[in-house]
């Protein structure tokens, strides 16, 4: 008898990976729910349906308790929050009667339209409460900009610049305010570049071969060239679409690769560690990855047996412990999760 129960705790050492999971979820009478940024006091923040099936911008706070952010309800319009700060101030989108969408801040119960323009969207929160993302005016064609709201006030956000294109957008800030995102250059056929911009100028990245690449997160506790990480995704040839997640380092934008059968891949995420987070697309599925040590691994195979997730499909957060949030099906339902190393 003790031989057996030897053999069966060395099986279930070699069958776990450490690794743990949580179904964070949904809102009550809603089935779906997904997360987008995760801070280092564990508080998330994402979107899910309600029990009337409308997407709404929801939060985790750091005990897990799940949250509506209780945005105007218009009809087919959707509200989302794309980020947390350490002070748990939530920005995001919020749809209007008359736009696509207006940035908000959400703080201590408050929602805040953080302007009336055509169309807004908030990114990105850093500690001191600067505010990057997207802001739109009319025209022929409208013009979109990368902004930022500095302090979060509302009101008319400052232009950081742009290379001659029509769409920009900048999407993440740190706390020594360097801020990456997507800008478009000058000329035709339209091309987008991901951009650094620190001290009021704005750095081209380039591409890995192809015509476009998009910025969407960075690691920057300085504004030392030597302290700064830019991920996203670069097309690998002219005139294809297909896509590699890459990482940004002193002038180099390194390929970090694929997972097996995945066509294109895309990064949103980084931690104080340089560990890289993303989604890649193949085959008709979408399959959450963490880079780290110079390996991309699909993230699905680092959960317990028995979990109850049948596939996880999009990573979009890693915070400065490894804890990684995104979506996935779990029992039949798309579910955001969280996962601890």
């Not at 940035?103 to 850093?126: C, H, M, P, W």
Request: charged fraction near 15%.
């Amino acid at each position: 008898m003790k031989s057996k129960l030897l053999l069966i705790a060395i099986a279930a050492l070699f069958l776990s990976t450490g690794w743990t999971i949580r179904d964070l979820g949904a809102l009550p009478g809603g089935t779906m729910s997904s997360a987008n940024a995760i801070n280092n006091s564990h508080a998330i923040a994402g979107q899910g349906t309600n029990s009337a099936g409308v997407v709404r911008a929801i939060w985790w706070d750091a005990a897990g308790v799940l949250r509506e952010i209780p945005t105007p309800v218009i009809a087919g319009r959707f509200s989302a929050a794309y980020d947390i700060n350490e002070t748990s101030i939530v920005v995001g989108r919020v749809g209007t009667a008359t736009s696509d969408g207006h940035a908000f801040k959400y703080q201590g119960g408050v929602l805040t339209d953080l302007t009336a323009s055509l169309s807004s969207i908030a990114f990105s929160i850093n500690n001191s409460n600067h505010i990057a993302g997207q802001w739109s005016e009319a025209g022929t064609p409208p013009r979109h900009y990368a902004v930022v709201w500095s302090g979060g006030a509302p009101g008319i956000p400052a232009w950081i610049g742009g290379l001659g294109g029509l769409i920009d957008f900048a999407s993440d800030i740190s706390n020594a305010n360097v801020i990456a995102g997507t800008v478009a250059l000058s000329g035709t056929p339209v091309r987008r570049h991901a951009f650094l911009w620190k001290s009021g100028v704005m750095r081209d990245l380039g591409t890995l071969g192809g015509n476009n690449s998009f910025g969407r997160a960075l690691e920057a506790p300085g504004t030392s060239d030597g302290s700064i990480y830019v991920v996203g995704e670069s097309e690998i040839t002219p005139g294809s679409f297909d896509t590699r997640a890459f990482l940004y380092h002193l002038g180099t934008m390194y390929n970090l690769g694929t997972l097996p059968g995945c066509t294109t891949t895309q990064a949103y995420g980084i931690n104080k560690m340089k560990h890289v987070v993303g989604t890649c697309h193949g085959g008709g599925i979408s399959r959450a990855w963490l880079y780290r040590s110079g390996t991309m691994v699909d993230l699905h195979t680092l959960l317990p047996p028995g979990s109850g997730w049948e596939s996880l499909q999009d990573a979009r957060d890693i915070n400065d412990y490894g804890e990684i949030v995104g979506s996935g099906l779990y029992f039949g339902k798309t579910r955001a999760f969280v996962m601890t190393p």
